[in-house]
């Protein structure tokens, strides 16, 4: 699927089964909820903090496509081609990152 497939998708399920979308305000605090449900995974599966018995069902793929539907519903909403979008950073990383990381020290 790319990605103005998915954009289509979710405006589709949206005009079809979420009756309409939240307004963005909404949906910028239900992404940030989203992110924080991914961090929480993160920090108990990779980091140092451990699950707690309620935290056992913990689906991380699930979380993330929560996290990519919202963003979808925000960058339909403000009219954001997520190809275009995606495409334009990528060449800017390239260009202002072309060395950056290969002579970061850290990384080696």
């Not at 539907?69 to 979008?85: E, M, P, R, S, Y």
Request: with cysteine.
């Amino acid at each position: 699927m790319t990605l103005k497939e998915a954009q289509n998708l979710v405006d589709e399920w949206i005009k079809t089964t979420g009756v309409r979308y939240f307004n963005e305000l909404t949906n910028t605090a239900i992404l940030m909820e989203e992110v924080g449900e991914v961090a929480r995974i993160m920090a108990r599966k990779y980091g140092e903090q451990s699950f707690k018995k309620s935290d056992e069902a913990v689906n991380l793929p699930d979380e993330m496509a929560d996290v990519l539907f919202v963003l979808i519903c925000l960058a339909n909403q403000t009219g954001i081609d997520l190809t275009d979008a995606l495409q334009k950073n990528l060449e800017k990383k390239s260009v202002r990152d072309a060395k950056r990381h290969r002579d970061n020290e850290k990384l080696r």
